[in-house]
């Protein structure tokens, strides 16, 4: 498979290696030449004598993901830190150039939910720690009664 | 009407205050906190602080109700997103957005907002107007009724000069309106007898550019420049 992920921070740049050791092909499109770095950390090699595929540019501009390959990507990942940016690219992934997967990271929750029900598969990182959170405090919750009503044990 | 517009910037501002004289319900969203202040000052009430890319943001502002929304905010992302939020979530009816980077356009198009406005664009026709050098001049979009209106200088080269209107072989879907010469404007007839100079406006369906730019271009079509002027 062929992948293609904008946005070369924390999340997008440890999916891309991650996915580059699984033996996928890869290319990273970022603003950023320094978020280059970021590709091979605990890497004993370059990120290109991987395999992998690196550009500089913004998602926004069709000469940059034509450049990094969207018109043959078989999943497009938008993971740029911007939630506008990644909504608007990867539209443009599924409209124009019809990518078969593409995944969309929205930290916004009412906006992931709501451009999901359009057909737009999103992952919300917010949405995953408040329930974590939630489930997280009434774990804590029920332990601390049962302890307070049963003394310690 | 009730209409709501995003971005307090010198455009929305002064949107909003014309809109206000003309007896509109407007509500202004600003996302930055000391420009929202400034503008308070005059809007007061008719200004909302928050960022309208938020669904919460633009239901504060009554978005259920509005009749129009205007995005004019200095990011083409923002723009592009607040008007799809507003017509396919919310069903607004009217919505016009500011394209700040022409190069963004076709993205404006694909999410399907329209219609965008971008300034860069409108100062380009007016000089390419002003400047009619380049000859095959894009005058106006209608983008609803499927039209477009242009506008061509006939230079010494063109193929056309001295020619009947009648005998030219106009493509189907285009149409001669309008004449300039010297300075004074008329609507031709299939006798008027084209010059050099003749500034000559046409509507056409969209498309049918390439076919009128062969017609009118430079006689032989040696193929040197795109241009007709």
Request: glycine share 12%; proline share 3%; hydrophobic share 40%.
């Amino acid at each position: 498979m062929f992948i293609l992920i904008v946005g070369c921070g924390r999340v997008g740049s440890s999916l891309a290696r991650a996915m580059l050791q699984e033996g996928h092909e890869v290319s990273c499109l970022d603003e950023d030449p320094e978020s280059h770095a970021r590709l091979e950390v605990g890497l004993d090699r370059g990120w290109e004598d991987l395999g992998g595929r690196f550009t500089v540019g913004a998602g926004l501009e069709t000469d940059a993901l034509v450049a990094a390959g969207i018109e043959e990507a078989d999943a497009f990942i938008a993971s740029t830190d911007g939630d506008n940016t990644n909504i608007v690219i990867s539209q443009i992934a599924q409209r124009r150039y019809e990518v078969p997967t593409v995944i969309a990271r929205i930290l916004d929750p009412l906006r992931a939910e709501w451009y999901q029900r359009q057909g737009l598969h999103t992952i919300c990182p917010t949405r995953v720690a408040i329930d974590m959170l939630e489930t997280a405090v009434k774990e804590g919750q029920g332990r601390n009664g049962s302890s307070n009503g049963g003394g310690r044990d | 009407m009730y209409i709501i517009v995003v971005g307090a910037g010198k455009v929305g501002w002064n949107l909003a205050r014309e809109l206000l004289e003309k007896n509109h319900e407007v509500t202004v969203i600003e996302s930055d906190r000391r420009r929202y202040l400034t503008v308070e000052q005059e809007l007061e009430h008719n200004v909302s602080y928050g960022d309208a890319s938020e669904l919460w943001v633009l239901e504060r502002a009554g978005i259920q109700r509005a009749d129009m929304v205007i995005a004019v905010t200095g990011d083409d992302e923002d723009n592009m997103l607040i008007c799809q939020v507003a017509k396919e979530k919310y069903m607004v009816e009217r919505i016009i957005a500011r394209v700040n980077n022409p190069r963004n356009r076709a993205h404006f198009d694909l999410l399907g907002i329209k219609p965008s406005v971008s300034a860069t664009d409108l100062i380009l026709r007016l000089l390419e107007h002003e400047v009619p050098e380049y000859g095959l001049v894009h005058l106006l979009d209608l983008q609803e009724e499927q039209l477009e209106i242009i506008e061509m200088l006939l230079g010494k080269d063109c193929g056309v000069t001295g020619r009947r209107v009648g005998d030219l072989a106009m493509p189907d879907g285009s149409l001669l309106i309008s004449i300039l010469r010297e300075g004074k404007g008329f609507v031709p007839g299939p006798d008027t007898v084209l010059e050099v100079g003749d500034e000559v406006l046409a509507v056409l369906d969209p498309g049918k550019e390439e076919e009128l730019k062969e017609i009118f271009g430079p006689a032989g079509g040696n193929g040197t420049g795109d241009g007709v002027g």
